[in-house]
């Protein structure tokens, strides 16, 4: 099993920033990629941003240029750094984690941390 532990949710004002961090721990072989899902109220989870092994990102349009997804591979350690943040970002922000054993891939996600942007 893997668990991923999240933290660095809060409150902030529009315009501020928020730093997002979640490790993995467990029996982990290999991972595909590594990112951040949100969930506002009444809608469905979206991709925010995602990182793969080799080091190559992906970003939802909504937040390019204002959010920055890293890792620290040797602490199984994902960050997302969220600057120029709006109220339309609030939501909860879950960690994901892609596995392969090279049998078959999972999904495994951490307890999700809550994001609220506003004045």
């Known amino acids: 099993q893997v668990q991923l532990v999240e933290s660095g949710g809060g409150l902030v004002q529009p315009g501020g920033s928020l730093r997002l961090s979640c490790a993995a721990s467990g029996s982990i072989f290999s991972i595909i990629a590594m990112g951040w899902y949100r969930q506002a109220p009444g809608k469905q989870r979206e991709l925010v941003a995602q990182?793969?092994?080799?080091?190559?990102?992906n970003y939802a349009d909504s937040v390019k240029g204002r959010f920055t997804i890293s890792r620290d591979n040797a602490k199984r350690t994902v960050f997302l750094q969220m600057n120029s943040l709006k109220p339309e970002d609030t939501a909860v922000y879950y960690c994901?984690?892609?596995?392969?054993?090279?049998?078959?891939?999972?999904?495994?996600w951490g307890q999700g941390t809550q994001v609220t942007v506003s004045s």
């Open positions: 994901n984690l892609r596995h392969t054993n090279w049998i078959k891939n999972d999904d495994y």
């Open positions: 990182i793969y092994s080799r080091g190559s990102t």
